[in-house]
T-cell receptor, first 111, second 113 residues
Framework: QKEVEQNSGPLSVPEGAIASLNCTYSDRGSQSFFWYRQYSGKSPELIMFIYSNGDKEDGRFTAQLNKASQYVSLLIRDSQPSDSATYLCAVDGAGSYQLTFGKGTKLSVIP | NAGVTQTPKFQVLKTGQSMTLQCAQDMNHNSMYWYRQDPGMGLRLIYYSASEGTTDKGEVPNGYNVSRLNKREFSLRLESAAPSQTSVYFC????????????FGPGTRLTVT
């Protein structure tokens, strides 16, 4: 059973701070890694994905991947109240059409 | 370009009733998925269709059936609804394996009494 683990939170950060969200996965064959944001009552929407070791930046968001440690993270710089949501980590296994999702981390950005 | 659409948005069923949730995508994606989301449980895959003409079980298939009607449409059927199937159901589509975004529909909130 492939597993994706996230700290459920809630994670509270002050406005303007850096929020750090973490995710570990069990399948060493995993190839692609996704971060989704889900506002309450809405469907998940993709923030970014990463498939190479290292960092990938997109605006205020940076995804970090360490395949040796089976660890992926998302950093949100200059956090805004509008970033308050649940963040889902998803992992794509080798040769698999399925994404396995973590249970999500709830982030609250305090004005 | 509507993306992924689902009907209905809300539904209340009595135990034992049946219903079909409809999903369609207009992005010409090969793969389609049905998830359920319950508080504290995250997104759990019910069934998926890797390509037109194929369907496979996910993590929680019991009590559900699916039909990949054509490349655009993927339906989920509850034959005899149970209170344990009260959940939010999301349909999603994706172009295939690898670093491709999975797009979600707006969801169906189902209550079984």
């Amino acid at each position: 059973q492939k597993e994706v683990e996230q700290n459920s939170g809630p994670l509270s950060v002050p406005e303007g701070a850096i929020a750090s969200l973490n995710c570990t996965y069990s399948d060493r064959g995993s190839q692609s890694f996704f971060w989704y944001r889900q506002y309450s009552g809405k469907s998940p929407e993709l923030i970014m994905f990463i498939y190479s070791n290292g960092d990938k930046e997109d605006g205020r968001f940076t995804a970090q991947l360490n395949k040796a440690s089976q660890y992926v993270s998302l950093l949100i710089r200059d956090s805004q109240p509008s970033d308050s949501a649940t963040y889902l980590c998803a992992v794509d296994g080798a040769g698999s059409y399925q994404l396995t999702f973590g249970k999500g981390t709830k982030l609250s950005v305090i004005p | 370009n509507a993306g992924v659409t689902q009907t209905p948005k809300f539904q209340v069923l009595k135990t034992g009733q049946s219903m079909t949730l409809q999903c369609a995508q207009d992005m010409n994606h090969n793969s389609m998925y049905w998830y359920r989301q319950d508080p504290g449980m995250g997104l759990r895959l019910i069934y998926y269709s890797a390509s037109e003409g194929t369907t496979d079980k996910g993590e929680v298939p019991n009590g559900y059936n699916v039909s990949r009607l054509n490349k655009r449409e993927f339906s989920l059927r509850l034959e005899s609804a149970a209170p344990s199937q009260t959940s939010v159901y999301f349909c999603a589509s994706r172009d295939g394996q690898g670093p491709y975004e999975q797009y979600f529909g707006p969801g169906t909130r189902l209550t079984v009494t």
